[in-house]
């Protein structure tokens, strides 16, 4: 029993997160959901309550998983802050390719004009797996492994050049021609821009082969 309450409620988020990416928030309604899932709409109400306690759980859920397989790699690593930093960012990229609709969501929501109280609660969820990230920069900066840099101005900048290039933006296809590069080339430019924009100069040398 409890592990069917499970699968329709995997489906529902799995079902609400397609039609959210593709239409919108104030596009998409609980009826329209539960259609496309096959189930009567008080299903719906009945596992999330309304169509914003779905959305969010969205968020929860995509940011818990990011969170856990981040918070494996702090432990069982022994790497320094450089190639630490390197393995979140390939878990962060593989999020972005393996949840594309979630990061679609993501992204509109960044620069949506939905009220502070709503935008502030899906923030919440993003702090776990974001203050991981803080931590090895600042770990880094502490080793004079990295320069002495805003961590804070660093994490914006870093989290906005990924979900633009690895979501593959018109403005990023564009300007980088990313259509005519391949993953790996992709993978390499961004390294090289932590490389240079982060690292020290002493810890720079030592990353080139």
């Given at each position: 029993m409890k592990e069917q309450k499970n699968h329709i409620k995997d489906l529902l988020l799995l079902t609400a997160e397609v039609m959210f990416a593709e239409?919108?928030?104030?596009?998409t309604t609980v009826r329209d959901i539960a259609a496309k899932a096959g189930?009567?709409?008080a299903l719906i109400y009945y596992h999330f309550e309304s169509k914003e306690h779905l959305y969010k759980s969205i968020f929860e859920l995509r940011f818990r998983l990011l969170t856990?397989?981040?918070?494996?790699?702090?432990?069982n690593t022994t790497a320094g802050s450089f190639e630490k930093l390197l393995s979140?960012?390939?878990?962060?990229?593989a999020g972005i390719r393996d949840n594309f609709y979630f990061y679609r969501?993501?992204?509109?929501?960044?620069f949506s004009f939905r009220n502070h109280s709503f935008k502030m609660a899906i923030l919440d969820y993003a702090k776990a797996s974001s203050n991981i990230f803080r931590e090895v920069i600042k770990d880094g900066i502490v080793s004079n492994e990295?320069?002495?840099?805003?961590?804070?101005l660093f994490l914006m900048t870093l989290f906005?050049?990924?979900?633009?290039?690895?979501?593959?933006s018109p403005l990023a296809s564009e300007l980088l021609n990313l259509e005519?590069?391949?993953?790996e080339k992709i993978a390499d430019r961004i390294k090289n821009f932590i490389s240079h924009q982060l690292c020290s100069p002493r810890t720079s040398l030592s990353q080139q082969p």
């Open positions: 239409n919108g928030y104030e596009g189930v009567n709409p856990d397989r981040l918070s494996v790699l702090r432990v979140y960012i390939t878990v962060y990229i969501i993501l992204n509109s929501e960044i990295f320069r002495n840099i805003d961590a804070d906005h050049l990924l979900h633009q290039i690895i979501g593959r005519e590069i391949t993953e």
